[in-house]
Nanobody, 127 residues
Framework: EVQLVESGGGLVQAGGSLRLSCAAS????????IGWFRQAPGKERERVSY????????YYADSVKGRFTISLDNAKKMVYLQMNSLKPEDTAVYYC????????????????????WGQGTLVTVSS
């Protein structure tokens, strides 16, 4: 069974930085996509950033481009999200999500189509 476990959330002032980590266990797939989504109170879950394990294809939401950086340690099955210049509007529960197999990267566009989710970690940015 695949498990995704996030860590690294917390409270930070606007302009500060946080680094989220996601550990994937039970992964036997070489072709997968993994990354980060977030859900603010009263809003739908949205894509933040994700990448492919095979060709390095990477997605960033427009709202985080230039501020967030995703990285993947394929050997350790760890994915990270370095978040800089944080804004109050970045406040949300951040979820690690992944897909594997056929069209893994393409399915990351649709949160309902992912194969596994973590439990989430809360990021709060104060103004």
């Amino acid at each position: 069974e695949v498990q995704l476990v996030e860590s690294g959330g917390g409270l930070v002032q606007a302009g500060g930085s946080l680094r989220l980590s996601c550990a994937a266990s039970g992964f036997v797939f070489e072709d997968y996509a993994i990354g980060w989504f977030r859900q603010a109170p009263g809003k739908e879950r949205e894509r933040v950033s994700y990448m492919s394990s095979t060709d390095g294809g990477t997605y960033y939401a427009d709202s985080v481009k230039g501020r967030f950086t995703i990285s993947l340690d394929n050997a350790k099955k760890m994915v990270y999200l370095q978040m800089n210049s944080l804004k109050p509007e970045d406040t949300a529960v951040y979820y690690c999500g992944g897909s594997w197999g056929r069209d893994a990267y393409g399915r990351m566009q649709y949160p309902g189509a992912l194969d596994a989710w973590g439990q989430g970690t809360l990021v709060t940015v104060s103004s």
